[in-house]
């Protein structure tokens, strides 16, 4: 008993070494019959070995699980990675492919936006002539009183109809006229290319009936699509009455006056039951010794349900004798190509754009069929007056 309260006193005692101080202790004190109860001591010493054991396995397991999230961990770091490479080099063949737009699309939007720059000019300067015009008024009104109000009532009346009319003659589409004009020598010099290959295509060579073809749309860029009307028409006339009533056909789709003997500019508007659209045309006739080449730029503005859609249209047409010999006819070929240009916005219906395509389409056939009228009513009464 000694031993087992030395044992309990001393703090640096190990759990084996008390237990075997109790074993003796208890040996003196306990009868021989008591033996048993000594040896199932003795094993629930050996218990501490055993779960030190356990706890060794429980480390080794926990280590090995820490092992694997780690190397699971680096190889979803190193797939990050991985793709945000990938993201990026998709990225910059983006910015690549924009700013490899066509140079033609990219002359028209400066225009375009030159246009809408003179727009806002023309608007804030109004904005500010009224303002100052009313801080006036209202000083006169305070001073002179009713009479003055009733005068200067009159002149305001006056200033906001001549400023309209002021601001109406600068139309802010001159910056767009002034590109198309420049364009019309470097379109003149593509006809003989564009009319063989359409010719070709149409088989318009062997063939000297009236046609008219409207091709499907055709790629034209990434994110853009080209629709050609190409037409072959063959008059009984000869080609110096068509030349000389040549000008009057195309008075249908060049309605305003000319800037000079051979260019005309013209605005006006096409309807449909979807909606409208304006339409700014450029035009120039180059006359050559055996031939007529008429050349234009058409650009289209979308509106009401067509909003935010464009079109950039260039078109020929060539008027010459007929190739045939023992004959007296003319043949007049045309091309016309178009190319939808829509914002972002505009481009959620596919049916709307297929819509606003249609209406330029037609618009083309029936300023064809119409022009055609006309040359031949116009050539049969020059004939009537010259009888």
Known sequence: MVGLLRHLDDPTALDGELLHSINKDMCKLVPSSLTMGTTALNDLSNMPDTKDNIRTQDASRRNTYRQKQKAHKEA??????????????????????????????????????????????????????????????ARLIQDLGQLVQKR????????????AKRLRTETPNKALYEVYLKELDEIYA?????????AKLADMKTCERSRLFYYPPQPFSSNSSCHELIGMFTTPYAY?????????????????????????????????????????????????????????????????????????????CVVGPSKRNGTLSSVVQFVSRFVPIHLSVASASTNLMKQFADLLVKSNEEICQLGLQTLENEILDDAERSN
Request: aromatic share 8%; glycine share 4%.
């Open 190 to 198: 593509k006809t003989d290319s564009i009319i063989y290959a359409t």
């Open 76 to 137: 979803l770091y190193m797939q990050v990675e991985e793709l945000s490479s990938q993201l990026f080099a998709l990225m910059e063949a983006k910015e690549a492919a924009l700013v490899s737009i066509d140079m033609t699309q990219g002359t028209i939007w400066k225009a375009l936006a030159i246009r809408n720059k003179q727009v806002r000019q023309n608007a804030e300067d109004q904005r500010a002539k009224l303002r100052a015009a009313v801080d006036r008024r």
């Open 152 to 163: 200067m009532h009159e002149e305001a009346l006056e200033d906001l109809v001549y400023t």
């Open 240 to 316: 110096e009455k068509v030349r000389k009533n040549l000008y009057e056909m195309y008075c249908l789709e060049f309605r305003l006056g000319s800037l000079s003997h051979d260019a005309a500019i013209t605005k006006y508007r096409v309807e449909s039951l979807m909606g409208s659209a304006i339409q700014h045309c450029v035009k120039r006739q180059y006359n050559e010794c055996n031939r007529i080449v008429i050349v234009w730029r058409k650009f289209t503005e979308g509106e009401g349900n067509f909003g935010g859609m464009h079109s950039d249209e260039t078109g020929w």
